[in-house]
Nanobody
Framework: QVQLVESGGGLVQPGGSLRLSCAAS????????MSWYRQAPGKQRELVAG???????NYAASVKGQFTISGDTAKNTVYLQMNRLKPEDTAVYYC???????????????WGQGTQVTVSS
């Protein structure tokens, strides 16, 4: 079993910054990629940013230049640095990992429980 634990969400004023973390643990053989998604009230979940095990990153157009994704492969952890936050960035942010487990060698997606980010004055 693989677990993803997110941290770092909270309430921040417009223009402020937050850094989200997501640590993967459990029976992990390989992590191919980790990503951040978000879901605002009444909206569909959307991809924010992703990073491969090789370090290649991609971003949604709406956050490019504002958010930065990075990873620490030794710690099986991915980070999302969010700068110049706007009220429209308010959402629950979910971590996703593309993982092959070490027990059954099955490759599948895992999700964290989500962390709330609220941007408001």
């Amino acid at each position: 079993q693989v677990q993803l634990v997110e941290s770092g969400g909270g309430l921040v004023q417009p223009g402020g910054s937050l850094r989200l973390s997501c640590a993967a643990s459990g029976s992990i053989r390989s992590i191919y990629a980790m990503s951040w998604y978000r879901q605002a009230p009444g909206k569909q979940r959307e991809l924010v940013a992703g990073i491969t095990s090789g370090g290649s990153a991609n971003y949604a157009a709406s956050v490019k230049g504002q958010f930065t994704i990075s990873g620490d492969t030794a710690k099986n952890t991915v980070y999302l640095q969010m700068n110049r936050l706007k009220p429209e960035d308010t959402a629950v942010y979910y971590c996703n990992a593309d993982v092959r487990d070490n027990m059954w060698y099955v490759r599948m997606d895992y999700w964290g429980q989500g962390t709330q980010v609220t941007v408001s004055s």
